[in-house]
Every structure is written in C-alpha cells, then in structure tokens.
C-alpha cells in the first residue's frame, strides 16, 4: 500500500458530463500529481500542485482542472467529457515540491465515459 | 520539454536470461531518473532510481546504468522470474526538477 487514496476505482459516465476524482496523499507529502494513463500512451503528466499551490501543469486540457485543498487532498475535474477522456487517472505524491524524492503512486480512478 | 524514448516496447525472454531495457532524454539538465514496475490492473510502482552523479546503481537482481553524456540509462534485470513480468517505464525530471517526465514504457514477459 502506497498511503496514496484515490476515489473512486471506477466511474462510468456519458459524453458531456462532468466528473471529480479524489486524491488524498500520503501522510507528510505536500506536492500531489495528476496523471493520465491510456492505452499506448503511457504516463502523461497534467498537473502538479506543492502546499495549495499550483507548481507545473503539463498537457491538461482547458475542460480539465485540479486544485489541492489545505487539507492537502486534491481533486481533478473533468467536464465536457468526451469518449477520449476515457483512461486511468494516477494520483501521485511526493514530500517535496521538486521530484528528487520518489513519487507514490495511488490506485488510480479508471474513467469510462460512454 | 523533455522527451524521453523508450526501447524496445516489449521484451519476451525465458526465465533465468537477462533483460535490457533502454532510454534516452534530451534535457542535459535532467539530474533524476527512476524506473517504474506496473503490473496488468495496478499501479506504477517505484524499483529503483539513479541521480546524475552516479553512473551505476545496483538492488539485488535489478541494475540501472546512466551515461549523462549519451543522455541515456538502462534498466538491467538479471536471473528474470515470471513475476517480474510487468511493464516497465523509465522517466526523467524536466527543467526545473519539479515533474517527470515517462517513456511510453516496455512489456517483459518472462516464459517459464
């Protein structure tokens, strides 16, 4: 067990609605990532955020938006949701705000949007 | 941004070969380069990283190799078992350090 918690493991919805994904870090890490895993397409970063604050956004759609809470959980909406946003959704964490420390990965959210 | 390339994208070997999986990134500023295990349905996990001052990294069975001026690292796993077959991703820090960024990762499939 990673200590990374993701909610919901699996979410079906139709094209054009709207979803959030729950991510709570593990215990002490204050940076939470946001990737997107499809088939063939690997790992693709979306976004990063350090203590509340967004730190880095990599390729997130304009429909796509995340914030971290002071709690420190973070949530990743999706809306306008087309049949290509079907994937899974990996939540990471790491204790820092840089990446010289591992991240942990959590379950991930498997989105399938018909 | 950076680009890392990952070879080859599936591995079959026989239980007891080795296997050698190969990357290359392009930002010399790159300083971190962990490997990821996912197996079928789970998440990625953590098998070992190397930073930049180091050129070899060795935990038990497992060996990374990094050549800063090639701009490549490899991942080496010896005496292969079929629970190490899994896909596997390399991934390098982007300018700035703050995120990675992960090849399109490597299927090993080890046959008994």
């Known amino acids: 067990d990673s200590g990374v918690t993701q909610t919901p493991k699996h979410l079906i919805t139709a094209t054009g609605q709207r979803v959030t994904l729950r991510c709570s870090p593990r215990?002490?890490?204050?940076?939470v990532y946001w990737y997107q895993q499809s088939l063939d397409q690997g790992l693709q970063f979306l976004i990063q955020?350090?203590?509340?604050?967004?730190?880095a956004k990599g390729n997130i759609l304009e429909r796509f938006s995340a914030q971290q809470f002071p709690d420190l959980h973070s949530e990743l909406n999706l809306s306008s949701l087309e049949l290509g946003d079907s994937a899974l959704y990996f939540c990471?964490?790491?204790?820092?705000?840089?990446?010289?420390?591992?991240?942990?990965f959590g379950n991930g959210t498997r989105l399938t949007v018909t | 941004g950076e680009n890392v390339e990952q070879h080859p994208s599936t591995l079959s070997v026989q239980e007891g070969d080795s296997a050698v999986i190969k990357c290359t990134y392009s930002?010399?500023?790159?300083?971190?380069f962990p490997w990821y295990k996912q197996e079928l349905g789970k998440r990625p996990q953590l098998i070992i990283d190397?930073?930049?001052?180091?050129g070899e990294k060795k935990d038990q069975r497992i060996a990374v190799t990094l050549n800063k001026t090639a701009k490549h690292f490899s991942l080496h796993i010896t005496e292969t078992q079929p629970e190490d077959s899994a896909v596997y991703f390399c991934?390098?820090?982007?300018?700035?350090?703050?995120?990675?960024?992960f090849g399109k990762g490597t299927m090993l499939l080890v046959s008994p």
């Open positions: 990471a964490s790491s204790v820092g705000q840089g990446v010289s420390s591992p991240l942990h």
């Open positions: 215990s002490g890490d204050l940076s």
């Open positions: 955020y350090y203590n509340g604050e967004e730190r």
């Open positions: 930002d010399s500023a790159s300083n971190y």
């Open positions: 190397i930073r930049s001052n180091v």
């Open positions: 991934a390098a820090t982007t300018s700035g350090y703050s995120t990675l960024t």
